[in-house]
Structures are given as structure tokens and as C-alpha cells.
């Protein structure tokens, strides 16, 4: 017998490419039960698949930063006698990437990179371990929100959050609707699903200076010139990371869907100052925020 269910979760994290560098993400999971029926003619109550798998999938994957831990690139120290970890993604051409951060705002995936093949056997083996023994096999499906109009991947991390959403680089794929007077403006759209593929969004006072920063302890990350370089303590510990200028945008407001949103009007409006824009921004599948200007 199978037991199916669908949607049972989106997973908004991100991961470290060699190419594309930190992509935001957001994968919808569904998910197959193989196996006999329990006492209580069922292969699987409901309830708990939608409670128990759910917490087990965002446990280990949500709002975190996937790691490649195969990847050559990808150096990773445990720092002796704390929860806190560095990360050194060695990109070539000013491109590293670094962070130092509490253990739990990574996945270590082994694998040489992150896809949904890697992602789907990683946490196949997380959930084997939780299930009941009338369950004998897990299907896990991923995949991204079918999307016929501009959309952008982006990190970022919510320092304020009490939440998850304050680790430094978790992030989104997401869609974007601008209206112009009222009318669809789709080249406003696409702008903005350019300036912000594969983009670290980031909070102008979280801006620091490399000696402050524990993650350039490790010689791995001396080459900091060209870097911008964020630090910020919250809940969960400090969360330090220094990614390539070229792949960051520089606001002057946290990160949440509506500040983003009304980031992205008010940039229209100065830019066309004649016409009204509103500005419709997802934070992953089907949820966001509305601003105007
Ligand atoms: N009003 C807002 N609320 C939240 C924002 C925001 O920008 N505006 N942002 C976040 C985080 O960035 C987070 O990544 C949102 O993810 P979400 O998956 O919705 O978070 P949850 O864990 O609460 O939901 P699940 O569906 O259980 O994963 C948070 N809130």
C-alpha cells in the first residue's frame, strides 16, 4: 500500500554553489509511504506525517545554508570547546565565500554539490531512523514552484527574527509583480529578476571591518579586499559572513518581505518619479508582502 501526500512542506534555505555562488531557494517536498497497514488500518496517521516528517524535514534543512561537504572548495573547522563552526567556500577570481557561525545554521550535505538528488538521499536517511516498522519505504519528491513570470533567488538573514530567520544566510526563490499606474510593468519586473539572481541582500549596519571578524582567523580568508564583510549577534549565537561585493545588494532596512518590497518601489519611483508603483514581492511560495510608491 502507498500513502501519499503532497505539499507536505517548503523547504527556504540556501546552498553554496561552485558557479553560482549562495542561491536562495525554496523547494516544495511531497512525499510516498510504502508499507503494510498498523492497528489502526492505516500505513500512516495523517496527523503525524504532516507533524512529525515535516518537523524532521525543516529540522534538518529549513533556513539553513547547505553545504557541499565533498565539494574541493569547501573547507570546514569546528571550532574546539564551542557550537560555533567556519565555513570557506574557496571560489576562484575575489569569489570565496565565509562564514562563522553556531553549527546549527548549516546542513552538512556529503556530497560534491547540492541538488535535489543529494538533498532528497540526505534526508531519506534523517527520516528512515524515525519511522515505524510497518513503513518500508520513503519516496521523497522535490521540486520548485512552477513560475511563468520573472523571479530572483536571494539571501539573507533576519538578526531581529526570534525565529530561525535569523541565521545569516537562509533565503528564497521568489517571484515579483510591479504595476505601473495600475497596469502590469513587466520589464520593471524583469530589472528586478536580474539585479537580484543569485544576490546576498544585506543590511548596511551590519556592515563591519575585517578585524573584528572571527572567521578571518583561519589564513583561508586574508584576501578580504573586495568583500563585504557582515557580522551580527542574535538568540542563536554570532553569525559572521563575507561574500564577494559584486554578489551582494546593500540596504539601508532589515530584510523583511516588506521592507524589500517597498525597497523595490520606492527604486522605481526614483527612478521613473512621474509613475505610481506597487510592488507585489514574494518570500518563497505563496506568501509575501504589498508596497507602494
Ligand atoms: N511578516 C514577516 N514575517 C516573517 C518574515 C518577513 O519577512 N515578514 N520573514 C521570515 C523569515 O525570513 C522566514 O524565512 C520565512 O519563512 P517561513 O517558511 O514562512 O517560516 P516558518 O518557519 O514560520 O514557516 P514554515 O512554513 O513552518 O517553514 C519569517 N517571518
Known amino acids: 500500500m502507498q500513502l501519499f501526500v503532497n505539499d507536505l512542506t517548503v523547504m527556504d534555505f540556501s546552498y553554496l554553489c ?64 564551542s557550537d560555533q563552526v567556519w565555513v570557506d567556500f574557496m571560489r576562484s577570481h575575489g569569489r570565496s565565500i565565509h562564514l562563522y557561525c553556531p553549527a546549527e545554521a548549516y546542513a552538512f550535505i556529503y556530497a560534491a554539490q547540492i541538488s535535489m538528488d543529494s538533498v532528497s538521499s540526505y534526508l531519506k536517511e534523517v527520516i528512515a531512523t524515525h519511522l515505524p516498522q510497518n513503513v518500508e519505504g520513503l519516496t521523497l519528491m522535490l521540486r520548485c514552484e512552477e513560475i511563468n513570470e520573472p523571479y530572483y533567488h536571494y539571501t539573507h538573514g533576519l538578526k531581529k527574527h526570534e525565529g530561525n530567520c535569523q541565521r545569516i544566510a537562509h533565503g528564497h526563490r521568489s517571484r515579483v509583480k510591479v504595476f505601473a499606474d ?11 529578476a536580474r539585479r537580484w539572481r543569485d544576490i546576498y541582500i544585506g543590511t548596511r549596519e551590519d556592515l563591519v571591518s575585517e578585524t573584528s ?33 559584486s554578489e551582494c545588494d546593500l540596504i539601508d532596512t532589515d530584510s523583511t518581505v516588506e521592507c524589500l518590497a517597498q525597497f523595490m518601489a520606492d527604486e522605481l519611483k526614483a527612478l521613473q518619479p512621474e509613475k505610481s508603483f506597487t510592488v507585489r514581492a514574494y518570500e518563497g511560495v505563496g506568501k509575501g508582502a504589498i508596497a507602494s510608491a
Open 182 to 192: 495600475g497596469a502590469p510593468e513587466t520589464d520593471a519586473q524583469q530589472y528586478w
Open 18 to 81: 561552485p558557479e553560482r555562488g549562495m542561491v536562495g531557494e525554496s523547494w516544495i517536498v511531497d512525499v510516498i509511504l510504502d508499507g503494510g497497514l498498523n492497528e489502526e488500518s492505516m500505513v500512516l496517521d495523517f496527523a503525524k506525517v504532516k507533524k512529525q516528517l515535516k518537523r524532521l524535514i525543516d529540522d534538518h534543512v529549513d533556513h539553513k545554508l547547505l553545504i557541499p561537504a565533498e565539494h574541493p572548495y569547501s573547507q570546514i573547522t569546528h571550532e574546539q570547546q
Open 213 to 245: 571578524l572571527h572567521l578571518s582567523q583561519l589564513a583561508r580568508a586574508q584576501d578580504l579586499n573586495e568583500h563585504c564583510l557582515f557580522s551580527y549577534e542574535s538568540s542563536q549565537g554570532l553569525f559572521e559572513l563575507a561574500i564577494a561585493e
